[in-house]
């Protein structure tokens, strides 16, 4: 079945690069409150990491404006992951390099910044992708993210091509790939090893190696 696509698109977190030491986005959480003199519980700044959820509640509740709460956290968060890349986190999967061995365009679609995708890509040089996509930092921009298939579907119309297939390590993934009309891979590796799905993918595999192995032995991903 793998022979049959145009282009393979990719999350990024959990699939290319390691997932954000969660401490990180904490942090950012409440350094951004902070900067609206709010001092929130660390434990509320956990759940909306836990959940990437939106505080707008809790902005409201202090009388902060969404939006200006939301723009700072997305700017805080993607410089702080910078930071940790920097300092040696979120390092690169053994096993990426082997898309260079893929004879289809390459594609990213995370719920990660857009700055920080940008970042990642470019710091840690990765394979050659024609385009990639990370969420704004707007509430529309956050309400567009995974399950969403907003971004993927922007990412299939920069590429040209209808018959792809989306790898990623969440249900979200699976979700919002056929939701833009296209199959899906799970990718399930050691952070997700136990992770049961309520809907069903394309195809489940262990690695990007065994992507490419399957790619081919039945010949180009097209």
Known sequence: MIDRYEAVVFDNDGVLVEPTDRAVLVDAVVESFRAFDVDIDRSL????????????????EHGIDPEALWHHRELTASLAQQAHVREGGKPVYDDVVVLDELDVPLGVVSNNQHATIEFLLAYHDLPAFETAYGRQPTLTGAARRKPEPDY???????????????????????????????DSAFLRREHVADVDLSVEPTVEISSLRELVDRSTAAGPLR
């Open 152 to 182: 993927i579907e922007r990412a299939l119309a920069d590429l040209g091509v209808e018959e792809a297939l989306y790898v990623g390590d969440s249900e979200k993934d699976v979700v919002a790939a056929h939701a833009a009309g296209i």
């Open 45 to 60: 700044a956990r759940r909306t990491v836990e959940k990437d959820a939106v505080p707008v509640e809790a902005a409201e």
